[in-house]
C-alpha cells in the first residue's frame, strides 16, 4: 500500500491482516509437538508431518485429521491447535498424560466435525468458543476432570449428533435458550445426551425437551438434579434409553412417560420420587426397569407388570409395594432378574411352575414372607434372607443365605487349540493359542438389557460383532479376548477388552491408533442388547521384545574373542560417541529452528527476519524482580486477559507488565505473531510496547507506563475509533478528518481515496463479528480503492493480498486484545464472525 496509505487506516486494519498471515500447518505441529512428550518417534525427523508422521493426515498440504489415542503422550493442548483450520478430525484419547485446561482457541476450528478427547487429563472449565464449532457432528470429552458450567453456546451446534459430557465435575444448572443465548433445547438433531457422572444441580428445565427432538439416549445417571421429573420428557418420542437414577428428584413420575413406547432401558431409581407407582402401561418393548430407592405410596405389586413381555429386568427395591406377590409375574418370557427387596410384601410366595426358563434370580430380602410353596422344586436363586420364613427354628434352605458371588468368570474360550505359555512379560496368550502383546482396556456399558451376567451367548455375540467391525476397518487384528464382565456401582457392565495383533506378536502404531479411533469414535457398534458404551483404552508398549541365545566354546576361544569383542567394543563406543555428539547438534539445530522464538536474541534485535523494533525479550526473572514478586501492591488493574503489574525497570523507566493468567494463554505462533505487530505499530494514541516474556511457561507484554491514571483515562477523547466518529463528516472534503489524521501523511488534495479507505476501517471495527467483513473482502476493497486513486497495488506493500492467504480469515481471539495492558478497560472486543 505504500507511505501514502493513512496511518489511521493502516492501524485500524493491521491487526486483523497479521493475525491470518500464519497458515503454515507444518509449523504448527512441530509447536504442538515441543508442548508434548512421548510423541511417536518418527515425529523427531525433519521430514513433512504430511508424508509419514504417525497419526497425521494431510490434503494439499493441509493437516485434515489427528488421531493419537493411546500414545502415551504427554504436556498440554496449546493455543496453537488453533491454526490448524482446515482440521475436520482431533482425538486424543486414553492419554492421561495431557493436562491443562482446553485452550479456547479450539474454537477457530471451524471445520472440525470429530472432537475427542476421551479419559486425558483435561480440567479447568469449558470454554464459550466450543459453540463456534457449529460443523461439529461428535463431542466427546467424557472422563476428564472438566470442571465450571455447561456452555450454553453447545446450543449452536446444529449438527451434533453426539454429546458426551460424563465423568467429569461440572456443575451449575443444565443451560437452555432465552431471548439471544443459546442453550442445549436448540439440539434438536442431536441423538445423545450423556450428561452422567458430574455434579450438575438445579431442576431439570421444562423447556429443555420439545416434540422436535430426536434423542434416543438421555443420560443424567448419578448427578445432583433437584425438582420434578418434566412433563415434557414425555414428548420425546424418540427415547430408547432413560438413566435420571442416583439423583435429587421429587414429586410424582409425569403421568404422560408411558407414551414413550419405544425405550428399552429405563433408570429412575435412587431419587426423592413420591405419589403413586407410575404406571407404565405401555411401554410394550422395555427390557429394563428400574424404580427402586422412592418413597412411593404404599400399594400392591402392579398388575400391569406382567403386560410388560419384554421385561428381562425389573427392580423395585425399597418401594413400599405391599400385600402378596401376583405367580404370573414370573412368566414373562424373558424375564432373568427380579428384585423387590426392601418392601412390605407378604404372605405365601408362589412362583408357579410356568415361570420364565430365562429366570436366575429372585431378591425378595427384607419382606414379610412367611411361606414358600415350593420350597423343594425350585431351581433358581432365590433370596429371602429377613423374612419370617427365614427365621424359624432349624431352617438351612439356602435361599435363606446370600449369594457370596454375583460377578461372572467368563473368559472367551480358545479357538480349538491349547492355550500357549507364554514366558515373557506382559505377553498373554491370545484366543488363537499365541503369545502376543495385546492392546487392552475396558469397556462400559452404561444401559444393558440384560441382567444375567452368566449367559454366555451375549458374550459371543459381542466378540463376533467387535471381530467383524475391525476386520471391515481393516485393522490388523488377530482375536479379539472378552473377561470378567461384572457390574459396578453406576450400574455399568464393565467388560475387560484384550485385542490380538496379526501376523506379529505386537501392534505397530498405526494398529494401535486404527484401533483407539475405532472405539473412541463409536464406529464398533456393539448388539442392541448392550446399549450405549464407551472404551478405556490403556497405554501400548511398544518396545519390541529381545532375545538371544549362545553356544559353548574352549577356553581359548573365550579368551580370544572376549579380547576382540573388547577391542571392537571400544571402537564402537567411539564412533558411538561421535556419532552420538553430531546427532545432537543436528537435533539442538533442527528444534532451534522449529521454534516460533528461534530467530530472536534476548535484546529481540536479531539480524534475521522478521526482526522487532525495540522491544525487548525479558525472562521471567527481570519481571519477577522488577514486580516484587508480582506482589498485590503492584497490581493496578485486572481484566479478561490477566492481571498488569505497575514495575520500575533499572534505569528508572516506569513500566506496566500485562501478564496471561492460567487459560487465557495463547500457542507460541500466535504469541509471536502478536509482539511482531506491536513492535511494527506506533501511534500517538496507542502505547507503546518495550518488550515480552515468553519464559517458564509465561506470557506477558511489557508497555510504557501511563502515569495520569488508567490508559482508559489517559486516552479520554482520543480513542482513535471514537474519535473518528465524533469528528467526521461525511458532507466535508476528508470527511473532516483534518484533524484527527497524522500530518506525516500530507493533508493535500491528491489524497485520493480517503474516504472509501475510512468506510472500510470502521466497518472493520464493527461491535459484532457478523457486521464484520472478511479479510478476503477488506484486502480486494483497499485494492479496488488504490486502483481507483491511481496508485499500483502490486507495487511495494501491495502483494500482501497474495503473502497471506484470507480464504476465511476472520480474527482467532475472543479473549481481550493485545493491543491494551489494562484489561478489560481498554478492550477492542473483536468477536469471530
Not at 157 to 185: C, E, F, H, K
Not at 611 to 628: D, H, I, R, V
Not at 688 to 711: H, K, T
Request: charged content about 15%; hydrophobic content about 35%.
Amino acid at each position: 500500500m505504500g507511505a501514502r496509505i493513512p496511518q489511521l487506516i493502516f492501524i485500524l486494519i493491521i491487526h486483523f491482516w497479521f493475525s491470518t498471515a500464519q497458515n503454515d500447518d507444518a509449523t504448527t505441529l512441530r509447536a504442538l509437538k515441543d508442548a508434548w512428550d512421548n510423541t511417536p518417534p518418527n515425529w523427531d525427523d525433519n521430514s513433512d508431518p504430511c508424508s509419514g508422521w504417525d497419526g497425521i493426515t494431510c490434503k494439499n498440504s493441509r493437516v485434515t485429521s489427528i488421531t493419537l489415542a493411546s500414545m502415551g503422550l504427554t504436556g498440554s493442548l496449546t493455543g496453537d491447535i488453533g491454526m490448524l483450520t482446515e482440521l475436520q478430525i482431533l482425538d486424543l484419547s486414553y492419554n492421561k498424560g495431557l493436562t491443562g485446561s482446553l485452550t479456547p482457541a479450539i474454537g477457530n476450528l471451524k471445520k472440525l466435525t470429530n472432537l475427542i478427547l476421551v479419559s486425558c487429563g483435561f480440567s479447568g472449565p469449558l470454554p464459550d468458543t466450543l459453540g463456534n464449532l457449529e460443523n461439529l457432528i461428535f463431542l466427546s470429552l467424557n472422563s476428564n476432570g472438566f470442571t465450571g458450567r455447561i456452555p450454553p453456546s453447545i446450543g449452536n451446534m446444529q449438527n451434533l449428533y453426539w454429546l458426551d459430557l460424563a465423568d467429569n465435575r461440572l456443575t451449575g444448572s443444565i443451560p437452555v435458550s432465552t431471548g439471544t443465548t443459546p442453550g442445549l433445547d436448540m439440539l434438536v438433531h442431536t441423538k445423545h445426551f450423556h450428561f452422567g457422572r458430574n455434579m450438575l444441580s438445579g431442576p431439570i428445565p421444562q423447556r429443555l425437551f420439545n416434540s422436535n427432538m430426536t434423542l434416543i439416549h438421555l443420560l443424567f445417571e448419578n448427578n445432583q438434579l433437584t425438582g420434578t421429573i418434566p412433563n415434557t420428557l414425555g414428548l420425546v418420542k424418540s427415547l430408547e434409553v432413560v438413566r435420571l437414577d442416583r439423583n435429587l428428584l421429587t414429586g410424582n413420575v409425569p403421568s404422560n412417560i408411558n407414551r414413550l413406547t419405544g425405550v428399552f432401558e429405563m433408570f429412575l431409581s435412587n431419587n426423592q420420587l413420591t405419589g403413586p407407582v407410575p404406571n407404565l402401561t405401555g411401554l410394550n418393548v422395555v427390557n429394563y426397569l428400574d424404580l427402586s430407592n422412592n418413597t412411593f405410596d404404599p400399594s400392591r405389586v402392579p398388575s400391569w407388570f406382567s403386560s410388560l413381555q419384554s421385561l428381562t429386568t425389573l427392580k423395585m427395591s425399597s418401594t413400599s409395594l405391599v400385600g402378596e406377590l401376583p405367580a404370573d409375574l414370573f412368566s414373562i418370557p424373558q424375564l432373568q432378574n427380579v428384585d423387590l427387596s426392601d418392601n412390605r410384601l407378604n404372605g405365601t410366595l408362589e412362583i408357579g411352575s410356568s415361570h420364565s426358563n430365562q429366570l436366575q434370580q429372585v431378591n425378595l430380602q427384607n419382606n414379610q414372607i412367611g411361606d414358600f410353596a415350593q420350597r423343594r422344586q425350585y431351581s433358581i436363586e432365590l433370596i429371602l434372607v429377613d423374612n419370617p420364613i427365614c427365621m424359624e427354628t432349624g431352617v438351612t434352605d439356602r435361599f435363606c443365605s446370600l449369594p457370596t458371588n454375583t460377578s461372572s468368570s467368563y473368559l472367551t474360550p480358545p479357538n480349538n487349540c491349547v492355550p500357549a505359555t507364554c514366558s515373557s512379560s506382559g505377553q498373554v496368550s491370545s484366543p488363537n493359542c499365541q503369545c502376543a502383546y495385546p492392546y487392552t482396556g475396558n469397556l462400559f456399558f452404561r444401559a444393558p438389557s440384560f441382567s444375567d451376567l452368566g449367559n454366555s451367548s451375549v458374550y459371543e455375540s459381542l466378540h463376533n460383532a467387535m471381530i467383524n467391525s475391525f476386520r471391515r476397518s481393516q485393522l490388523p487384528i488377530d482375536s479379539v479376548s472378552l473377561k470378567n464382565p461384572t457390574k459396578n456401582l453406576d450400574d455399568y457392565l464393565v467388560i475387560n477388552l484384550l485385542v490380538f495383533p496379526s501376523g506379529d506378536d505386537r501392534f505397530n502404531r498405526t494398529g494401535i491408533l486404527g484401533l483407539g479411533f475405532s472405539l473412541s469414535n463409536q464406529t464398533f457398534k456393539p448388539p442392541a442388547a448392550f446399549g450405549p458404551y464407551f472404551f478405556i483404552g490403556e497405554n501400548y508398549d511398544f518396545l519390541q521384545g529381545a532375545s538371544g541365545g549362545g553356544h559353548k566354546s574352549s577356553n581359548i576361544g573365550v579368551i580370544v574373542g572376549a579380547v576382540v569383542g573388547g577391542c571392537v567394543l571400544v571402537a564402537l563406543l567411539v564412533l558411538a560417541g561421535l556419532y552420538a555428539l553430531r546427532q545432537r547438534r543436528r537435533a539442538d539445530k533442527a528444534t532451534h529452528e522449529s521454534s516460533p522464538f528461534a530467530l530472536w536474541d534476548k535484546t529481540g534485535a536479531s539480524g534475521a527476519v522478521p526482526q522487532l523494533k525495540g522491544a525487548k525479550a525479558f525472562s521471567f526473572e527481570e519481571l519477577n524482580k522488577y514486580t516484587n514478586n508480582f506482589s498485590e501492591s503492584n497490581n493496578i488493574g485486572t481484566g479478561g486477559y490477566g492481571t498488569v503489574y505497575k514495575a520500575s525497570l533499572p534505569n528508572g523507566q516506569l513500566i506496566a507488565i500485562k501478564r496471561a493468567k492460567q487459560g487465557s494463554t495463547q500457542g507460541g505462533i500466535e504469541f509471536k505473531t502478536e509482539i511482531e505487530l506491536l513492535s511494527r505499530v506506533h501511534h500517538k494514541n496507542l502505547v507503546s510496547l518495550v518488550g515480552f516474556c515468553f519464559d517458564q511457561g509465561e506470557q506477558m507484554l511489557v508497555y510504557e507506563y501511563i502515569v495520569n491514571g488508567s490508559l482508559k483515562d489517559s486516552l479520554s477523547g482520543k480513542y482513535i475509533v471514537r474519535e473518528v466518529k465524533e469528528t467526521m463528516d461525511t458532507s466535508k472534503e476528508l470527511y473532516n478528518l483534518h484533524e484527527v489524521l497524522d500530518p506525516t501523511i500530507g493533508l493535500t488534495a491528491q489524497l485520493k481515496g480517503l474516504e472509501r479507505f475510512v468506510d472500510v476501517a470502521l466497518r472493520c471495527v464493527e461491535e459484532t463479528g457478523d457486521q464484520r467483513p472478511t479479510m478476503n473482502a477488506v484486502v480486494k476493497e483497499i485494492e479496488r480503492i488504490m486502483e481507483v486513486s491511481g496508485l499500483n497495488p502490486n507495487a511495494e506493500s501491495g502483494s500482501n493480498s497474495a503473502d497471506y492467504p484470507s480464504k476465511g480469515s476472520e480474527h482467532p481471539y475472543t479473549n481481550d486484545s493485545l493491543f491494551a495492558y489494562s484489561g478489560d478497560q481498554f478492550s477492542t472486543n473483536l468477536d469471530p464472525k
